[in-house]
């Protein structure tokens, strides 16, 4: 089986700018979540979608957003980029809960 | 709210060394516990798990026994390869949710 997929894999964006990071989940899966990581916050959760809604969501603002599509894939945007937007942008996947979270390789984004 | 406190590292060791990396929760209720591994320039892979109080899981000479007087999840492994550098997560999951929270990491560098 393939693993998770994300596209793309590295991106740099001027601030101001919006940017769309997407995610195929393994096939079958149909819990897709994503994860900011950066160097001072560590890991954090954004948020989770399961049969295209929204379950579940972190503590970030508003610009950022994501949705699913019928076909599990994912796609999270970020408005109005910041600085501080630069990170590894992670997307897991599941079968559902409690099953277990499987990565993909993450999207860096760098803000400049 | 959940919270995981790893050991700060980065931790040094020759190959062949005893590997200990600390980690403590905080949650309610009863989490499931994990380790992920992060190879540089990927994604996390997960490591082993644990679910109830006493498991203790296990992967490729990894070991994790869940505390729950303790409140703790501490990873070993007897004897450490140069293969084995790489940053380790503790993360838990709440009951019922797909979420994790993770500590900050740990590196981990082995040395021939």
């Known amino acids: 089986k393939a693993g998770v997929t994300q596209t793309p894999r590295y991106l740099i964006k001027t601030r101001g700018q919006q940017v769309t990071l997407s995610c195929s989940p393994i096939?079958?899966?149909?819990?897709v979540s994503w994860y900011q990581q950066t160097p001072g916050q560590g890991l954090q959760f954004l948020f989770e979608y399961f049969s295209e809604t929204q379950r579940n969501k972190g503590n970030f603002p508003g610009r950022f957003s994501g949705r699913q599509f019928s076909n599990s894939r994912s796609e999270m945007n970020v408005s109005t980029l910041e600085l501080g937007d630069s990170a590894l942008y992670l997307c897991?996947?599941?079968?559902?809960?409690?099953?277990?979270?499987?990565f993909g390789p993450g999207t860096r984004l760098t803000v400049t | 709210g959940d919270s995981v406190t790893q050991m700060e590292g980065p931790v040094t060791l020759s190959e062949e060394a005893f590997l200990t990396i600390n980690c403590t929760y905080t949650?309610?209720?009863?989490?499931?516990l994990f380790w992920y591994v992060q190879y540089p320039g990927e994604g996390l892979q997960l490591l082993l798990k644990?679910?109830?109080?006493?498991d203790k899981g296990s992967n490729k000479g990894f070991e994790a026994t869940y505390r729950k007087e303790t409140t703790s999840f501490h990873l070993e492994k007897g004897s450490v390869q140069v293969s084995d550098s790489a940053v380790y997560f503790c993360?838990?999951?709440?009951?019922?949710?797909?979420?994790?929270?993770f500590g900050k990491g740990t590196m981990l560098l082995v040395s021939p």
């Open positions: 897991a996947s599941s079968i559902d809960r409690p099953y277990e979270q499987y």
């Open positions: 949650a309610t209720g009863y989490p499931s």
């Open positions: 993360a838990l999951r709440t009951t019922g949710y797909s979420t994790l929270t």
């Open positions: 096939s079958g899966h149909r819990s």
């Open positions: 644990a679910t109830k109080a006493d």
